[in-house]
């Protein structure tokens, strides 16, 4: 048997992972240890796992995280009130199956973007497609998608997520654009796919944040009902890093 072939049409069918570890074994006699049928098993469980964690890591740079964040290195440590049984909670993400949407607000410094992105690696990890956006670079790429006429693929491409995940939410100053374009995303999302928004602005003041009433009035609706609240406090952690690095 020409075992090169057999790994040449391996790799035609995109079979890679299994590919390199037939011929690996081939090199080392490693086949030789196995029955027929627990070898057939163990080259195709290698490629299972390899196609795994490739659509995996996909999916995380497909997301657009601003950096890496994980549910297991959230410090709960600070004086912030963060409470640890609902974050973990919340890191089941029980919340995407029923598709609520999350809300945490804060004052700069809290680790608001850190939890957020956190869940968002998570839901990566789980499989669920994800998109992350400061909230500001996203309504300028919808103007500009509106001068290109690729609004409605944007769109398309966000209903099509389950977790969207926007950060910094009320930095600038609502525009009609802004508010129209708020309106068409939630819209979307509502009941179907789920949303995290980090923001500090307390939800309380997102009404005159986003202006015009009626508007307002539907957003809120639709985003802050069926969410659940993290709402941290305390002196930012980054200010709190620095001045234990000074002491020491």
Not at 46 to 60: A, D, G, M, P, V
Not at 130 to 137: C, G, L
Request: charged fraction near 25%.
């Amino acid at each position: 048997m020409n075992n090169q072939s057999t790994i040449d049409k391996m790799k035609q069918m995109r079979l890679y992972a299994m590919a390199d570890n037939y011929y690996n074994s081939t090199q080392n006699n490693l086949h030789r240890d196995y029955t027929l049928d627990e070898y057939l098993a163990l080259l195709i469980d290698q490629e299972w796992e390899y196609r795994y964690n490739k659509r995996i890591q996909n999916l995380i740079t497909t997301a657009g995280f601003r950096y890496p964040a994980s549910v297991q290195d959230v410090d709960y440590s600070a004086n912030r009130s963060l409470d640890r049984n609902t974050f973990e909670r919340l890191a089941l993400l029980d919340f995407i199956k029923r598709g609520e949407n999350v809300i945490v607000t804060g004052a700069t410094g809290t680790g608001k973007s850190y939890l957020a992105q956190a869940l968002g690696h998570n839901a990566c990890t789980r499989q669920y497609k994800t998109m992350y956006y400061n909230f500001a670079r996203l309504i300028d790429q919808i103007k500009l998608s509106k001068l290109e006429g690729t609004y409605m693929k944007l769109l398309n491409k966000i209903e099509k997520s389950d977790l969207l995940i926007l950060d910094d939410f009320g930095l600038i100053a609502f525009d009609d654009h802004a508010r129209n374009a708020l309106m068409d995303i939630v819209e979307l999302k509502y009941d179907k796919s789920s949303l995290i928004i980090a923001a500090q602005i307390p939800v309380k003041n997102w009404h005159e944040t986003i202006g015009e009433g009626t508007i307002a009035d539907a957003i809120l609706d639709r985003l802050v009902h069926a969410s659940h609240r993290i709402e941290l406090t305390g002196e930012s952690l980054r200010k709190n890093k620095m001045k234990k690095s000074q002491k020491n």
